[in-house]
């Protein structure tokens, strides 16, 4: 690890009790540490890639932060008011946190219906389409008039997921504009090249 992830690791663990392991977060609250974005952004992407942080006993979690694309993954000495400690100190609104083993599969005892999300989870993270090039980029689902109060997506019909993360980028064909936006075209009208593809999932169901 490089010595200016260790300090930026070590001292969030020993002020705040996590760490967030994402370089807008690590430029946001250590401005003294990088001065230089892209030398943050390198630092921290190896310690993620390189699984660095292996020899650390606090525990993984990932979050779903608003403006940040994916899910970012952190350490945490504990899970209590895990979600409120990070916005307090990182000023990042978190849409929501769970243990990284749930993206993982770890096999523990959990009822179906927890299977159920976590593999619905595990379906709205992944980019369906990943293997098809578009002219236009993705969207994210909190710009589509879709998506409702507890991340419901209201037309899940078309785009086959029902709990989506709001800020995690996606090409959907059911997306539509919010009203106000400047841009009216549709997922049909942005991304015409996924009409007739077939979308590639991996629920990592046994069939
Ligand atoms: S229709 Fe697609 S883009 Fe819109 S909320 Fe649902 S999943 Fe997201």
Same mark, same amino acid.
């Given at each position: 690890?490089?010595?200016?992830?260790?300090?930026?690791?070590?001292?969030?663990?020993?002020?705040?009790?996590?760490?967030?392991?994402?370089?807008?977060?690590?430029?946001?609250?250590?401005?003294?540490?990088?001065?230089?974005?892209?030398?943050?952004?390198?630092?921290?992407?190896?310690?993620?890639?390189?699984?660095?942080?292996?020899?650390?006993?606090?525990?993984?979690?990932?979050?779903?932060?608003?403006?940040?694309?994916?899910?970012?993954?952190?350490?945490?000495?504990?899970?209590?008011?895990?979600?409120?400690?990070?916005?307090?100190?990182?000023?990042?609104?978190?849409?929501?946190?769970?243990?990284?083993?749930?993206?993982?599969?770890?096999?523990?005892?959990?009822?179906?219906?927890?299977?159920?999300?976590?593999?619905?989870?595990?379906?709205?993270?992944?980019?369906?389409?990943?293997?098809?090039?578009? +002219? #236009?980029?993705? $969207?994210? *689902?909190?710009?589509?008039?879709?998506?409702?109060?507890? !991340?419901?997506?209201? &037309?899940?019909?078309?785009?086959?997921?029902?709990?989506?993360? +709001? #800020?995690?980028? $996606?090409? *959907?064909?059911?997306?539509?504009?919010?009203?106000?936006? !400047?841009?009216?075209? &549709?997922?049909?009208?942005?991304?015409?090249?996924?009409?007739? +593809?077939?979308?590639?999932?991996?629920?990592?169901?046994?069939?």
């Amino acid at each position: 690890m490089s010595t200016k992830a260790m300090k930026y690791v070590h001292e969030s663990l020993a002020a705040t009790g996590f760490v967030v392991m994402h370089h807008e977060i690590a430029a946001t609250v250590r401005p003294d540490i990088w001065g230089d974005g892209m030398e943050c952004r390198k630092d921290i992407h190896a310690q993620t890639t390189r699984n660095a942080l292996g020899g650390l006993k606090p525990l993984r979690y990932r979050a779903i932060l608003r403006g940040i694309q994916g899910a970012v993954p952190l350490l945490a000495r504990s899970p209590k008011q895990l979600a409120e400690r990070i916005e307090l100190i990182t000023g990042f609104q978190v849409d929501e946190v769970f243990p990284e083993s749930e993206l993982e599969g770890i096999p523990e005892p959990m009822s179906n219906e927890r299977l159920a999300a976590i593999a619905r989870r595990k379906v709205s993270l992944q980019n369906p389409f990943d293997h098809i090039k578009t +002219a #236009n980029g993705p $969207r994210s *689902c909190s710009t589509c008039s879709h998506i409702a109060a507890g !991340h419901r997506c209201m &037309n899940d019909k078309v785009s086959g997921i029902d709990y989506p993360p +709001a #800020n995690v980028d $996606r090409r *959907c064909l059911g997306y539509a504009p919010l009203w106000n936006s !400047h841009d009216k075209r &549709n997922g049909h009208a942005l991304w015409p090249e996924l009409i007739n +593809a077939t979308p590639i999932l991996n629920t990592g169901e046994q069939s």
